[in-house]
T-cell receptor
Framework: DAGVIQSPRHEVTEMGQEVTLRCKPI?????LFWYRQTMMRGLELLIY????????DSGMPEDRFSAKMPNASFSTLKIQPSEPRDSAVYFC????????????FGSGTRLTVV | GIQVEQSPPDLILQEGANSTLRCNFS?????LQWFHQNPWGQLINLFY???GTKQNGRLSATTVATERYSLLYISSSQTTDSGVYFC???????FGQGTELSVKP
């Protein structure tokens, strides 16, 4: 099993540009989570999906952020337009679901908006 | 929402020493996990432990759900144990602020 796969590993973009982060969960996992890690706020949940359906997006900071999960093996997190304060490490995690199982994290995408 | 507090915030150990990290949470939960974030930023799941005790090599964890706390024990610490240890609880995995551990040779 290759684990949770995120791409790209690093992204540097200019303010105002669109950024798309990608995640492939572990096959068979039915829950997918997007987290953001910053020095100031630590690790915070942005959104999570269960069986490809967004369940809770209350952590999405504002309308510039959107997430999709078109099928069980792929999810995207899009920021448009990007701002310097969006600079952070974005993690994707997956789980078998129902709070009864451990979560596996991807390696993260380090985003820098200049 | 659930509050998660970890202590101590920082810990410096000499190689070979033992340590105990603590996680307090404000409400009953069905999910508690310990993670290690290594110096390269990877988050590694150490334990899924909503209650009881588990051991994995030099690491063990105990959660007393009725008293809303969990402990992570590291024995005979090694330099590779350095990094940040996070406790996270609940279905949405609310993270504590972490304990930054530095093991000196």
């Amino acid at each position: 099993d290759a684990g949770v796969i995120q791409s790209p590993r690093h992204e540097v973009t200019e303010m105002g540009q669109e950024v798309t982060l990608r995640c492939k969960p572990i096959s068979g996992h039915n829950s997918l989570f997007w987290y953001r890690q910053t020095m100031m706020r630590g690790l915070e949940l942005l959104i999570y999906f269960n069986n490809n359906v967004p369940i809770d997006d209350s952590g999405m900071p504002e309308d510039r952020f959107s997430a999709k999960m078109p099928n069980a093996s792929f999810s995207t997190l899009k920021i448009q337009p990007s701002e310097p304060r969006d600079s952070a490490v974005y993690f994707c995690a997956s789980s078998l679901g129902d709070e009864l199982y451990g979560y596996t994290f991807g390696s993260g995408t380090r985003l820098t908006v200049v | 929402g659930i509050q998660v507090e970890q202590s101590p915030p920082d810990l410096i150990l000499q190689e070979g020493a033992n340590s105990t990290l603590r996680c307090n949470f404000s409400d009953s939960v069905n999910n508690l996990q310990w993670f290690h974030q290594n110096p390269w930023g990877q988050l590694i799941n150490l334990f899924y432990i909503p209650s009881g005790t588990k051991q994995n090599g030099r690491l063990s964890a105990t959660t007393v759900a009725t008293e809303r706390y969990s402990l992570l024990y590291i024995s005979s610490s090694q330099t590779t144990d350095s990094g940040v240890y996070f406790c996270a609880v609940g279905g949405k995995l609310i993270f504590g602020q972490g304990t930054e551990l530095s093991v000196k040779p």
